[in-house]
């Protein structure tokens, strides 16, 4: 069984590499970077990988901006989307929802062991969602924070915690930045913050 694994830690790579590969069921068949070495990987390749690992950050690339990506690519190719795994050593609620809603499998954290790895992709390949347990517990603690906001609000917060401006956001988005500020006056009033920091610890 085939995997892509998109990681920028060389040394994180050659440990998951060593775990996968010793248990004889997995090969990687391909390392990438960065999002757009992994497409390039993807497109010239005759066949998708059974499995992709995709770390959440990549240098200045938001990893999470692949899911969408491959999303479009297996719809304009009519192929079958294989699962995607996301790790990460944070455990940002806010990114995991956003990541499980754009089409991730599942969710690792990288504090995780080599039995937890295998558990998670033994459980995406059987067709399940995998949270890592510590994760799923920040999850279901800040569900009453997710049901505060709409999914727009959301996106806005997301961006805010990549430090981006309002007109980054406005540009992102496709939004005015007069609409970009309403939206975060709301998320003000409904957090009770008053400060992009204050945003960026949710």
Do not use: W
Not at 43 to 57: C, F, G, V, Y
Request: proline share 3%; aromatic share 6%; glycine share 6%.
């Amino acid at each position: 069984m085939e995997v892509l694994l998109i990681d920028d830690h060389p040394m994180l790579n050659a440990g998951i590499v060593t775990i996968l590969e010793s248990t004889g069921l997995f090969t990687v068949c391909a390392q990438a970077e960065s999002l757009t070495q992994a497409m390039s990987i993807i497109e010239k390749s005759e066949a998708l990988p059974s499995l992709i690992i995709l770390d959440m950050l990549l240098g200045e690339d938001n990893g999470l901006d692949f899911l969408p990506t491959l999303e479009n690519y297996c719809k304009n190719k009519k192929i079958p989307k294989p699962p995607v795994l996301v790790c990460s050593a944070l455990g940002d609620s806010f990114k995991i929802k956003t990541a499980l809603e754009l089409g991730a499998a599942g969710f690792l954290s990288k504090t995780g062991g080599k039995d937890e790895l295998l558990k998670a992709i033994d459980t995406i390949l059987c067709g399940k969602v995998y949270v890592s347990g510590e994760v799923n517990i920040k999850l279901n603690e800040s569900s009453s924070m997710y049901a505060k906001f709409s999914k727009r609000e959301i996106d806005i917060i997301n961006l805010l915690k990549t430090n981006k401006s309002n007109k980054q956001i406005a540009e992102t988005l496709s939004l005015s930045q007069r609409t970009v500020e309403n939206y975060i006056s709301k998320i003000y009033f409904k957090t009770g913050f008053s400060s992009r920091e204050e945003l960026q610890g949710l």
